[in-house]
């Protein structure tokens, strides 16, 4: 009988997998990170051939660490880096193009073209839930079908075929050319800007505005539900039913159970995304947040969430590490911090990529506001943490305005809540308790609970709402003078960073 649930965590840095047991505790896990590819400023790609090759190198790893053969694997899920655009030969397997990751802007013309066109930024927010933002996979697409030599071509023909990464990875193992299964789940399609939040299937209008051939399109299924079955000679080494995805954002909400309307979580990784369960109700944005799907699984209503997404959190960090050389090891910015007392009075806005919630400005630009000789190394490590402290704050802002709840505690997830500096921060900045869970890979046990429980590993909500437990929780000790003080000078210096890039009216 099987003891096992696998994973795929199919990131922005990096894939692991993950093998859980029925108690939601990992058996083992191994992950390898992947190449960053940037031909030109705001330009960012991956190699869609050298995921799937860490992909298949993480799975007969972890399966070997685990000591485990196909027999012992109920069923795998994936989870997987959103909007993060893919266009492949469906007959050779091949990509046509390097995938455009979600941070990219290269779209920002045809943002603005599809906003001037009518409606502005939220000319199809009502249908989709997102504002026109370089963000999302549906102008990626556009701009390879209108920049990659016959692409649009071959996709008329039928040939080429499109999907976010889970889709790749889904196709992949079912078979890749022979047969395999393309396919995505509504979380996923929520963020290509195509699907009709309601019907919840590609909005013909949308696409036809957008210019892409309906054929590229996957089918789109709920997030738990086996969708089809590895190969023999595929990573796995045997048939095991594929039959969980979401994406990552939402996989992690359902690693942390937040089952329950008005229930959140907050992902501290690449990017920071917060994610507020709304139940089956669709509610619209008015504070710069993104309406999307939470999860479906299999024949229950869909269930929605509020979402606060911000692009650059843990990316600062690397950028520290690898740009600027300051720190050796991404863990040392913490020590390096606690060096000073505070910030030394500066704020690093890092709008790499523009400004995500609530903002939506693509013109904004990375800043570092308020620098003075007294400044040192330890200032500016410790405003990079609190960057991503800042920019919650922003979120949960915007989120408790939409949705009239008042967050009591927020649970956390991610590679930087290991951080005690930034989690406390966090706290003392939110003004309410913060939570980490005991497995704090949540977005890998969440796609591990959609597979298993489209197959009856684990047959209930309360089944995997028993498997969470509290690792450790952080009180506010800051007082509200000092909170708002702080706050207010973070917000004059997100302003500093606007109408950086000029429009060139293309």
Not at 457 to 468: A, G, V
């Amino acid at each position: 009988m099987a003891k096992y649930v696998a994973a795929i965590d199919q990131g922005t840095t990096s894939t692991r997998c993950m093998i859980f047991n029925h108690s939601g505790e990992p058996v083992a896990v191994h992950q390898l990170e992947h190449e960053q590819i940037y031909p030109q400023p705001g330009w960012v790609e991956h190699d869609p051939m050298e995921i799937w090759d860490r992909t298949v190198d993480v799975v007969r790893e972890a399966m070997r660490k685990a000591g485990a053969s196909a027999d012992d694997i109920a069923a795998v899920g994936i989870t997987n880096q959103r909007e993060t655009t893919v266009v492949w030969d469906k007959n050779t397997g091949r990509p046509y193009y390097n995938a455009i990751v979600w941070q990219d802007t290269r779209t920002d013309r045809i943002v603005n073209r599809l906003a001037r066109e009518g409606g502005g930024q939220d000319r199809f927010r009502a249908k989709v839930g997102l504002p026109l933002a370089t963000y999302f996979s549906g102008p990626k697409v556009m701009w390879m079908l209108d920049n990659v030599d016959g692409l649009r071509e071959a996709a008329e023909r039928g040939d080429a075929i499109f999907g976010n990464i889970d889709t790749w990875v889904i196709w992949n193992l079912t078979g890749g050319p022979d047969g395999g299964k393309h396919v995505t789940d509504v979380t996923n399609a929520s963020r290509t800007m195509l699907m009709n939040l309601e019907t919840l299937d590609w909005d013909d209008e949308i696409v036809e505005i957008m210019g892409i051939p309906k054929s590229m399109l996957p089918d789109i299924r709920p997030s738990s539900e086996i969708y089809g079955h590895t190969t023999d000679d595929g990573p796995f080494s045997g048939v095991i039913r594929v039959s969980g995805d979401l994406g990552d954002q939402q996989a992690a909400t359902v690693g942390q159970v937040c089952f329950d309307p008005g229930e959140a979580k907050n992902t501290y990784g690449t990017g920071c995304f917060m994610l507020l369960n709304t139940g089956e109700e669709v509610v619209p944005s008015e504070h710069g947040l993104l309406t999307t799907l939470c999860y479906k699984f299999g024949d229950e209503p869909a269930i929605y969430a509020l979402e606060g997404s911000i692009a650059i959190t843990g990316a600062l960090v690397q950028w520290v590490r690898d740009n600027l050389q300051m720190i050796d090891d991404a863990r040392e910015i913490e020590n390096l911090a606690k060096q000073v007392e505070d910030n030394g009075g500066i704020y690093f806005v890092p709008a790499f990529s523009g400004l995500f919630a609530p903002y939506w400005r693509n013109d904004a630009r990375g800043a570092i506001v308020g620098l003075t000789r007294y400044v040192n190394r330890g200032h500016l490590a410790r405003a990079v943490l609190e960057a991503t402290a800042y920019q919650t704050a922003e979120v949960l802002e915007a989120m408790e305005n939409d949705s009239g709840v008042e967050l009591k505690a927020l649970k956390v997830d991610g590679g930087m809540v290991y951080n005690n500096l930034l989690m406390q921060f966090q706290a003392d900045i939110l003004d309410v308790p913060v939570i980490r869970p005991k497995v704090s890979e949540t977005t890998a046990l969440g796609a591990a609970y959609a597979a298993g429980y489209a197959v009856g590993f684990w047959e209930s909500y309360d089944e995997m709402r028993n498997n969470w437990g509290m690792d450790k929780r952080w009180e506010p000790e800051m007082e509200d003078d000092r909170r708002e003080h702080l706050y207010g000078q973070w917000k004059k210096a997100v302003t500093r960073t606007f109408d950086w890039i000029e429009d060139d009216g293309e």
